[in-house]
């Protein structure tokens, strides 16, 4: 019975437990069909750290199995990372088509074109598409590069016979198939990704390839007929100009001035919108900007601050009266040279325009004759322009161009003559450019009717248009000069009192005018080349000229290694010259004080700095070797041992002379038994303006080597010693107190430290009174002892003070205040400046 009792008990817990354990299953079950996102990843992670670790705990080449699947599935996710960002190839899909339909017509127009000009404007045309082939074949290129490392990945995962390992375990070997299925599948949906890149990308690649050559093509088609059209101008290609037979073979002007504007309005509708040009534009309007608000802002400012600022307006006319049109002016000269190759339309349209603003800048300002042939110039320059744009010939082109070459010629002729009459009047070489205008012209003429009429085109119009250009430099560098001295008015009417205040216009206008010119000059004959359409012929030959290796011994160079070299280092001469007249001439026109002098003397090390750096940088640029260059100072270290030890010891003497600064710009000193004041410390020598005029110029070594005496090191102040004898029985209380009345109340005499009056001997004719007294300024003691001998004089003679006849000395010992200076540095005595 107890048996029986104990069995059914053990049945009863049996079934209890086994209630409570289904309850808890259903509540967990329960649960995870309520469990989050955060849940479901951590359990995922659980479970692949728990293969991870079964795998572990295996051989080592279920080891390796999984290290190559991390690495994979990592390189899967940067390169499926790189691949889903794309290759932004919408621009390029864009504007290919447009440019092919555009090639198209080149084509025809070459093939048709009978005109230099025509000829070379679509040369400009094909180098800019050139230069955007080029960038969008780099483009493509990148990223054919990008997409071949893609595929590179692609294959080695395939052909990577590790994966294929199997595990020895059925449960591993499961799991393990499973992670690399799933990778193959992500390695082929990104392998046929990565093939439908690369076919669109060589697609593209294929078209932009077709169109480099066929720019190529073209190229060369303009080349040829460039050539041909030589050969044939200088043959009688359409007759003599009575030949009416080829005058009819000739196209009517009507309907080449259609085919023209239709052309032309293409090709300036294509340079403004070209993104190659943006560059350009933004470099013509902020130049546009930047110059109309200079000098604005400086008129607005004269007219403020000068109550008589007419007088100022009348000595510069242009940008006085004409600021919005001497702005035009500029920037219609200049913003052609802003561009690579610009639109022969786009050149002729500024050449215009700056005619047009120079007629009403000259109206008032140049001579009437003068004006007359600038009218007669711009008429022809306007013809001769849009005669430049012509598609085909018309027999109407050469007549009017033979028109006009005629009354050009008369026109020249007449303001020939009336220039020899008042030369004064007129520009310089106005004389030989007349001439040379003229024979130019009569050259056209006989061009045009011998049937050589392309060739008499190219020399009319060329003749016309540079010398309108000419002219419109000429104005431009009266316009910069104009601007400067107008910059250089408010200066000196600021408050403030820049260095740029104390600049003389005249010496400056020296200085600038003439480089100026040189720039002018350059411009013109590039403007010369590039309408005689030999400007990349130059630029070619120029280009295999310096870049053309040479070799000397050992040593290769180049000439535009040696260019660069002389460029920067002239460059560097020309930035410390600059510097150096700036703080020269402001130091001149200003006091200078100790501070002051410590500026000026500064100029020594900046100019030393520029042509050090200057050196290096002109080193670097021409790709001189450090070796050579070594060698070079060698061989000076030679050179100095033999006989350049003079010319070294000054220049090691003037950066002594820059960093201790014993003497200083503006001092006074006495060396050498000579004595002024020091105006400049250069390099090796250094130069001081004597009391008589002259200028003594001393080596650096002798001031650094010989006994040198500065009076001015620390102020400009100067003793001044009267010694005054008067006759034995005056009243010597007397005497001094008129002395000290006079010095202590003068002006012009220090009070600190205060002026002395003492009874100094007596000898055998007088009574001996020394006084001392104080000048603030050095340069001005010759005065101040002037006023005070007559105040003494004065008052001698009002209190009858007997002066003995001869016996009024003026002394000032200079070689006892010279040797107390010597043997007392502390001595506030002072030569005479003007010894």
Same mark, same amino acid.
């Given at each position: 019975?107890?048996?029986?009792?104990?069995?059914?008990?053990?049945?009863?817990?049996?079934?209890?437990?086994?209630?409570?354990?289904?309850?808890?299953?259903?509540?967990?079950?329960?649960?995870?069909?309520?469990?989050?996102?955060?849940?479901?990843?951590?359990?995922?992670?659980?479970?692949?750290?728990?293969?991870?670790?079964?795998?572990?705990?295996?051989?080592?080449?279920?080891?390796?199995?999984?290290?190559?699947?991390?690495?994979?599935?990592?390189?899967?996710?940067?390169?499926?990372?790189?691949?889903?960002?794309?290759?932004?190839?919408?621009?390029?899909?864009?504007?290919?088509?447009?440019?092919?339909?555009?090639?198209?017509?080149?084509?025809?127009?070459?093939?048709?074109?009978?005109?230099?000009?025509?000829?070379?404007?679509?040369?400009?045309?094909?180098?800019?598409?050139?230069?955007?082939?080029?960038?969008?074949?780099?483009?493509?290129?990148?990223?054919?590069?990008?997409?071949?490392?893609?595929?590179?990945?692609?294959?080695?995962?395939?052909?990577?016979?590790?994966?294929?390992?199997?595990?020895?375990?059925?449960?591993?070997?499961?799991?393990?198939?499973?992670?690399?299925?799933?990778?193959?599948?992500?390695?082929?949906?990104?392998?046929?990704?990565?093939?439908?890149?690369?076919?669109?990308?060589?697609?593209?690649?294929?078209?932009?390839?077709?169109?480099?050559?066929?720019?190529?093509?073209?190229?060369?088609?303009?080349?040829?007929?460039?050539?041909?059209?030589?050969?044939?101008?200088?043959?009688?290609?359409?007759?003599?100009?009575?030949?009416?037979?080829?005058?009819?073979?000739?196209?009517?002007?009507?309907?080449?001035?259609?085919?023209?504007?239709?052309?032309?309005?293409?090709?300036?509708?294509?340079?403004?919108?070209?993104?190659?040009?943006?560059?350009?534009?933004?470099?013509?309007?902020?130049?546009?900007?930047?110059?109309?608000?200079?000098?604005?802002?400086?008129?607005?400012?004269?007219?403020?601050?000068?109550?008589?600022?007419?007088?100022?307006?009348?000595?510069?006319?242009?940008?006085?009266?004409?600021?919005?049109?001497?702005?035009?002016?500029?920037?219609?000269?200049?913003?052609?040279?802003?561009?690579?190759?610009?639109?022969?339309?786009?050149?002729?349209?500024?050449?215009?325009?700056?005619?047009?603003?120079?007629?009403?800048?000259?109206?008032?300002?140049?001579?009437?004759?003068?004006?007359?042939?600038?009218?007669?110039?711009?008429?022809?320059?306007?013809?001769?322009?849009?005669?430049?744009?012509?598609?085909?010939?018309?027999?109407?082109?050469?007549?009017?161009?033979?028109?006009?070459?005629?009354?050009?010629?008369?026109?020249?002729?007449? &303001?020939?003559?009336?220039? @020899? =009459? !008042?030369?004064?009047?007129?520009?310089?070489?106005?004389? +030989? /450019?007349?001439? #040379?205008? *003229?024979?130019?012209?009569?050259?056209?003429?006989?061009?045009?009717?011998?049937?050589?009429?392309?060739?008499?085109?190219?020399?009319?119009?060329?003749?016309?248009?540079?010398?309108?250009?000419?002219?419109?430099?000429?104005?431009?560098?009266?316009?910069?000069?104009?601007?400067?001295?107008?910059?250089?008015?408010?200066?000196?009417?600021?408050?403030?009192?820049?260095?740029?205040?104390?600049?003389?216009?005249?010496?400056?206008?020296?200085?600038?005018?003439?480089?100026?010119?040189?720039?002018?000059?350059?411009?013109?004959?590039?403007?010369?080349?590039?309408?005689?359409?030999?400007?990349?012929?130059?630029?070619?030959?120029?280009?295999?000229? &310096?870049?053309?290796?040479? @070799? =000397? !011994?050992?040593?290769?160079?180049?000439?535009?290694?040696? +260019? /660069?070299?002389? #460029?920067? *280092?002239?460059?560097?001469?020309?930035?410390?010259?600059?510097?150096?007249?700036?703080?020269?001439?402001?130091?001149?026109?200003?006091?200078?004080?100790?501070?002051?002098?410590?500026?000026?003397?500064?100029?020594?090390?900046?100019?030393?700095?520029?042509?050090?750096?200057?050196?290096?940088?002109?080193?670097?640029?021409?790709?001189?070797?450090?070796?050579?260059?070594?060698?070079?100072?060698?061989?000076?270290?030679?050179?100095?041992?033999?006989?350049?030890?003079?010319?070294?010891?000054?220049?090691?003497?003037?950066?002594?002379?820059?960093?201790?600064?014993?003497?200083?710009?503006?001092?006074?000193?006495?060396?050498?038994?000579?004595?002024?004041?020091?105006?400049?410390?250069? =390099?090796?020598?250094?130069?001081?303006?004597?009391?008589?005029?002259?200028?003594?110029? #001393?080596?650096?070594?002798?001031?650094?080597?010989?006994?040198?005496?500065?009076?001015?090191?620390?102020?400009?102040?100067?003793?001044?010693?009267?010694?005054?004898?008067?006759?034995?029985?005056?009243?010597?209380?007397?005497?001094?107190?008129?002395?000290?009345?006079?010095?202590?109340?003068?002006?012009?005499?220090?009070?600190?430290?205060?002026?002395?009056?003492?009874?100094?001997?007596?000898?055998?004719?007088?009574?001996?009174?020394?006084?001392?007294?104080?000048?603030?300024?050095?340069?001005?003691?010759?005065?101040?002892?002037?006023?005070?001998?007559?105040?003494?004089?004065?008052?001698?003679?009002?209190?009858?003070?007997?002066?003995?006849?001869?016996?009024?000395?003026?002394?000032?010992?200079?070689?006892?205040?010279?040797?107390?200076?010597?043997?007392?540095?502390?001595?506030?005595?002072?030569?005479?400046?003007?010894?």
């Amino acid at each position: 019975m107890q048996n029986i009792f104990k069995i059914c008990c053990i049945i009863l817990i049996a079934l209890t437990t086994s209630a409570v354990n289904q309850e808890c299953f259903a509540q967990v079950k329960n649960k995870k069909n309520h469990r989050s996102l955060r849940d479901s990843l951590r359990e995922r992670v659980l479970h692949r750290d728990s293969v991870i670790r079964s795998f572990k705990h295996s051989n080592s080449s279920i080891n390796n199995l999984l290290a190559k699947i991390e690495d994979y599935t990592t390189s899967y996710v940067e390169t499926n990372n790189d691949l889903s960002r794309g290759f932004d190839t919408l621009e390029i899909s864009q504007r290919l088509p447009p440019l092919e339909k555009r090639m198209s017509l080149m084509r025809n127009t070459i093939n048709k074109s009978t005109t230099l000009g025509n000829l070379v404007t679509i040369r400009g045309m094909i180098d800019h598409l050139k230069d955007q082939m080029n960038q969008w074949e780099d483009q493509v290129t990148v990223y054919n590069n990008e997409l071949d490392d893609i595929h590179t990945k692609v294959s080695d995962f395939k052909s990577d016979t590790g994966l294929r390992t199997i595990p020895a375990d059925s449960g591993l070997r499961e799991r393990c198939f499973i992670e690399v299925q799933s990778l193959e599948r992500k390695w082929n949906a990104l392998d046929n990704s990565v093939q439908r890149s690369i076919i669109r990308i060589g697609v593209l690649e294929n078209r932009i390839s077709a169109l480099s050559i066929l720019l190529i093509d073209l190229d060369d088609r303009i080349d040829l007929k460039i050539h041909e059209f030589t050969l044939k101008s200088m043959t009688n290609e359409y007759g003599f100009i009575w030949d009416r037979k080829k005058a009819h073979a000739l196209d009517r002007l009507d309907s080449t001035l259609v085919k023209t504007a239709r052309l032309n309005a293409l090709l300036y509708s294509y340079f403004l919108t070209s993104k190659s040009n943006w560059g350009g534009h933004l470099a013509s309007l902020l130049t546009l900007i930047v110059f109309f608000a200079w000098i604005y802002h400086c008129r607005r400012k004269v007219m403020r601050n000068h109550e008589e600022y007419n007088v100022i307006f009348d000595q510069i006319p242009y940008i006085a009266k004409h600021p919005y049109l001497s702005t035009l002016m500029v920037i219609s000269i200049l913003s052609p040279y802003f561009y690579d190759h610009p639109m022969q339309v786009f050149a002729h349209t500024m050449l215009l325009i700056m005619m047009g603003s120079m007629g009403i800048l000259i109206k008032e300002n140049w001579p009437i004759p003068l004006f007359k042939f600038w009218r007669i110039l711009f008429i022809a320059a306007i013809i001769f322009c849009l005669s430049s744009l012509l598609v085909t010939i018309a027999y109407e082109d050469r007549i009017i161009l033979l028109l006009i070459s005629g009354v050009i010629i008369y026109q020249s002729i007449k &303001l020939l003559r009336q220039s @020899k =009459i !008042s030369q004064d009047t007129y520009p310089m070489y106005l004389s +030989l /450019i007349l001439k #040379i205008f *003229i024979v130019l012209n009569c050259v056209s003429i006989l061009l045009n009717l011998t049937g050589r009429f392309s060739l008499a085109k190219i020399v009319e119009i060329s003749a016309t248009l540079n010398i309108c250009l000419a002219t419109g430099f000429y104005l431009l560098v009266q316009i910069l000069m104009e601007s400067l001295f107008l910059q250089l008015e408010v200066n000196k009417s600021s408050d403030q009192h820049p260095i740029t205040s104390y600049l003389d216009f005249k010496t400056l206008q020296k200085k600038s005018k003439g480089f100026l010119v040189k720039i002018t000059a350059i411009l013109w004959l590039v403007a010369l080349a590039k309408n005689l359409t030999i400007d990349d012929y130059l630029y070619d030959q120029g280009n295999d000229f &310096l870049n053309h290796p040479y @070799k =000397i !011994s050992s040593t290769a160079f180049t000439f535009r290694s040696v +260019l /660069i070299f002389i #460029i920067v *280092i002239w460059t560097s001469g020309l930035i410390a010259r600059v510097i150096s007249y700036f703080y020269d001439f402001a130091g001149q026109q200003t006091k200078l004080t100790p501070q002051a002098k410590r500026t000026r003397s500064s100029i020594l090390l900046i100019r030393l700095t520029v042509f050090v750096v200057g050196f290096f940088v002109a080193i670097t640029a021409a790709g001189i070797p450090m070796d050579r260059v070594t060698i070079v100072i060698g061989a000076l270290g030679v050179g100095i041992g033999f006989g350049l030890q003079n010319i070294v010891n000054n220049l090691v003497s003037g950066v002594i002379l820059a960093f201790e600064k014993p003497v200083q710009v503006g001092d006074i000193i006495e060396v050498s038994g000579k004595s002024g004041t020091i105006k400049e410390i250069g =390099i090796r020598s250094s130069k001081i303006e004597c009391g008589d005029g002259s200028e003594l110029i #001393i080596p650096n070594g002798d001031l650094i080597s010989q006994h040198v005496i500065n009076w001015t090191l620390t102020n400009n102040h100067r003793r001044v010693e009267l010694l005054i004898r008067v006759a034995y029985g005056t009243d010597v209380e007397k005497v001094e107190n008129i002395l000290n009345a006079i010095v202590q109340n003068h002006e012009d005499i220090m009070k600190t430290p205060a002026a002395s009056v003492f009874l100094y001997n007596f000898s055998d004719t007088a009574i001996e009174f020394r006084t001392l007294f104080w000048t603030a300024d050095i340069s001005k003691w010759l005065s101040l002892k002037s006023s005070v001998m007559r105040a003494i004089y004065v008052a001698f003679e009002q209190e009858k003070i007997e002066i003995p006849q001869g016996q009024l000395q003026v002394l000032f010992p200079e070689s006892g205040i010279q040797s107390h200076a010597n043997v007392t540095p502390n001595s506030n005595d002072r030569p005479d400046p003007t010894k």
